[in-house]
């Protein structure tokens, strides 16, 4: 079943007709007592068998504990969220994904014709029945016969992630959903091309993905980073032909809608494609002098992962990187100085500060402005710590465990991560639906009040993060 006919299912085929319930009546610390022990967030407060309000784990929290209240002496009609948000058995999923939306709430119950109570989804729930929506596209783009059913497909990719921004889906489910979709493309194209025009290519060699791409950070103007490593001991005519499917990949992957890399950091140009032992040299040669240029594609390569071929080849590198710089404080503090040097757009008294003139007048970067700091700054604490697996997710839960973050302060700095990484998603989304090419800015003017206590908030763990890399790695030494 496809996306778009999930969407436009019946509520009543898919929500939980188990509902633990209440009366307005009942003791609330007995409401509580059920929520724990049956493992759940929320009982829906009926009067017989019409739904009249709802208590959730929010409610307790925010309702009684932070305001120091008897719970012995409450009811749950005394905290209850009424009127209750509901929507018929014959409703759409889609219009129970909207009223959630609009709303800005998790669950809404399901109701007969009657108005009695039958059931309950939650946003969970539609999640995991859109993510069939995924494993769709994913059997559509293995059953991709060209390069134009491919671009098709890209566009899907970027509507569902336009459909599902807003409902509640973690960002960082989505973000992952996004990598893990144009990883499939991306595969097909080069199975494609294989079979079609390179049947005699060698299987010596890795197609590798580096930066955002390499880490699973994508969203939706994530642009081509990406290089080639073959074996040493190809034939002259094997590394020619190896050349010529380059050209051809990343050609047809700017034809799918993949925007080229500014730099030129894709493996259609020579720099990005070299044998294993030529790779290691330079590999050796970024390392032996920081200049910012080397810092650059030094930190673009330790976020390589393998998309396709030689596993051992991708193996043969990695461990080379984090060899080489567990112990180089000196080129690790390099790197923390170009970290420290993207200040956050912070002014006096924490105002946010916009650009001025230009295209983006009146916008903020919010890669400039923190996603980058974030990702670098613990990427340069990983290879410190000699970690280098996964993403900036994974390498934050490292970092506790390495003791360089205590848990509360990856705690905080993911929150801030996510948030940006949501505002940024959130823009782009908007620009989408604009028809307007997404970028990583955003107006400021555009997010409420509260929406921009919590953006200066992430700004200001930045600023704690840099804090905390300037003293790690003594940048006042620095000129």
Known sequence: MTEENIMFQPVGTFCQRQVVTCAPGDRLVDVAATMS???ISSVVVCKGDTP????TDRDLRNKVVARGADCHAMTAGMIMNAPL????EDDSIFEAL???SRRGIHRVCVVDGAGRL???????????????????MVREIEEACSVADLEKLHVRVQNLVVHLAGTGVPTRDLVRMIAHLNDQILVRLITLLRRERYPDLTDRFAFIVLGSEGRQEQTLTTDQDNAIVYADDLSESDVRRLEAFSLDLIDNLVAIGVPPCPGGIMARNEAWRRSLSQWRAVLDQWLSAPTPENILNTSMFMDMRLIDGDHSLEQALKPH?????????????????????????????????VERSGDHRGLVDLK?????????????????????????WERLQSLVTAGTFTAKEAEDLE?????????????????????????NHIPLDHLNRMEQGRLRLAFEEVRTLQAFMARRFRLDLFT
């Open 415 to 439: 929150e801030s991560f996510n948030f940006l990484v949501l505002l940024r998603l959130r823009g782009q989304v908007e620009a989408i639906r604009q028809g307007l090419t997404p970028t």
């Open 321 to 353: 990187i984090v060899g080489r710089l567990a112990g180089d404080t000196a080129y690790l503090a390099h790197m923390g100085a170009n970290v420290v040097r993207f200040t956050p757009p912070l002014g006096m008294f924490g105002r946010i500060k």
């Open 118 to 136: 039958t059931g309950i989804i939650t946003d969970s729930d539609i999640l995991r029945l859109q993510s069939r929506s995924p494993q769709q």
């Open 37 to 39: 022990e049956r493992n």
């Open 52 to 55: 009249a309000g709802i208590v």
């Open 368 to 392: 400039r402005a923190g996603i980058f700091a974030i990702t670098e700054g613990v990427k340069i604490l990983a290879l410190e710590a000699g970690l280098l697996r996964g993403g900036t």
């Open 85 to 88: 948000i509901t929507v018929g």
């Open 98 to 100: 909207h009223r959630m």
